[in-house]
């Protein structure tokens, strides 16, 4: 066995990925939570605050929600450690185009001596669950043995081929929050509306204009559909997870429901969604 293929890897990521931790912990992923700003108040996501009482929150308290990078010095010290006890570090992050972990995280690194070890900072492009089958994927080839090399070829096809669809009870906190690329006339048409929308090369876009929760959840399905073999399918719920059944029942001829995995959208994701929000994080699979 040569060198390289004994070298130590370590996945790093965000709380966007929507992975729970304990999967996160078997697999020794290392995710770094954002902040949630909430009032005057910030939390961890994932590590100060629960899902569960994030929604409530959201739900009871008006205040305006946020949500924000790490400092770079949280970065700069995880990577510090890390380097000292791994050869490679592959750190993947929420698209850069809607938020600045990519970018705090290349600070990072630029703080590290040039005898560290490697560290590549990814853009996945993705967000939630689309992301997180990214990380899972890469982490899962990282502990049976797939060389620095492998794994960044892995990573790089992984990206082209995990897909993400979701849709919004209103769109004012995608529109508070400044992460949907529309002009403001779009915005107002789609008030009365549950729009599908679609990450597309790091955006979130239009996919389609449905105009209730149910025709709504039918496209959800019609995303799957349209998608020539699907290896992997996650269903994602905010507040909702009684809509998941009729999701599954939908799904269940073209994917068996049994293998759909479901997530809970975390507080780095739901604080742009809001309550409501559904979607699927689809892997097509690679050649």
Known sequence: MDENSM?????????????PLSVAH???????PMHIVVGDQTYRAGLDITS??????????RARI?????????????????????DHVFSIH??????????????????LPASSSRVEIIDSKLL????????????????????????????????????????????????????LALATTVLGSMQRIKPLMLLDEGEIVPYERTRTRAKAIEG????????????????????TPEDIEKLLEKVDPIFPRDRVQTAQFGPSIGAYLGPGAMGVAVFEGID
């Open 7 to 19: 070298a130590s890897i370590k996945i790093v990521t965000d709380s966007s990925c929507d992975i």
């Open 26 to 32: 078997e697999l020794g992923i290392e995710i770094i």
């Open 52 to 61: 569960e009482q994030f929604y409530q929150m959201m739900q009871e308290n």
């Open 66 to 86: 946020a949500v924000q990078a790490p400092p770079v010095t949280v970065f700069e010290q995880l990577y510090r450690r890390l380097t000292l006890e791994h």
């Open 94 to 111: 929420l698209s850069g185009r809607l938020g600045a972990n990519y970018r705090i995280a290349q600070q990072a690194r630029a703080r």
């Open 128 to 179: 939630s669950m689309a992301l997180g089958m990214v990380v899972l994927h890469a982490a899962r080839a990282v502990r049976d043995g797939a060389t620095p090399e492998e794994t960044a070829h892995l990573i790089n096809l992984l990206i082209q081929h995990c897909h993400l669809v979701f849709f919004v009870d209103t769109i004012e906190y995608l529109e508070q929050s400044g992460r």
């Open 220 to 239: 959800l399905y019609t995303f799957v559909e349209d998608f020539p073999r699907v290896r992997e399918v996650t269903a994602l719920y905010a507040t």
